[in-house]
């Protein structure tokens, strides 16, 4: 009895940071460690599906798809702080820069933004307006869901920190690989049933829509494989991660999700 108290005790410790890391919503912490880090970053698919789903109330609004879009994404803003969106102009910055790895986590520090972040945030929320416009509140959920789950594996076992303190030394190899695949394993099934939800065919028509139903899983994989795509590159160039490269991961596999969405219709 004791034990499994003790297992909800620290799931619970690491679903409070979680939200309190990840979103804006007052949460009491009151243990912080690598293995409640690790608990964090395992269940962060899940806050992004509810940080997704209350973002997509503004496209229930009435007006133009567009405009609901961009209420959409600045909820979204508002509701994470702004944080994935700054830790994307920050490693644009550093990475365009073109400096060693020293120089560049330097110039990712500093508070301002320079060309390169600028120019990556505006066209990174164009893609994100455009595509949502196009596709609705279940598109949005699921890119919610897919940046979360690029923090699963950026924070597994042997992806180093590129920094000794900050957020990337604290979480960097606390998610267990097996953990990594069984929770990528939940949000693939999740997106199926998804689709399938979804699907305006039946079993008897004659040529169903089959490309529909696989919509929302062949965009959660395009999403994370394009943010693994850039948290090798990170590794490479920085010899690790950083807060600002999780936040860059997050906003990169939402877009990509959902503009293969929008693509795939």
Known sequence: M?????VRGALMDGVRLAVGTLSVWPVRVERVDRRVAGRAMAVAPVVGLVLGAVAALALLLPGPPLLGAALALGLLAVLTRGLHLDGLADLADGLGSGKPA????????KSDIGPFGVMTLVFML?????????TGPAALV??????RLSLVWACRHGVPAARDEGLGAMVAGTVRTHVAWLVTLAALLG?????????????????????????PTVALLAGLGAALLLLRHARRRLGGITGDVLGALVETGTATTLAVWAVLG
């Open 126 to 134: 164009l893609v994100q307006a455009a595509a949502v416009s196009e």
């Open 191 to 215: 997106s199926l049933a998804l689709g399938l939800a979804t699907w305006p065919g039946s079993l008897t028509a004659p040529s169903p829509p089959e490309p529909l139903v696989l919509t």
């Open 142 to 147: 699921t890119a919610c869901v897919t940046g």
């Open 102 to 109: 020293p120089q560049a986590l330097d110039i990712m520090k």
């Open 2 to 6: 004791g034990a499994a108290s003790g």
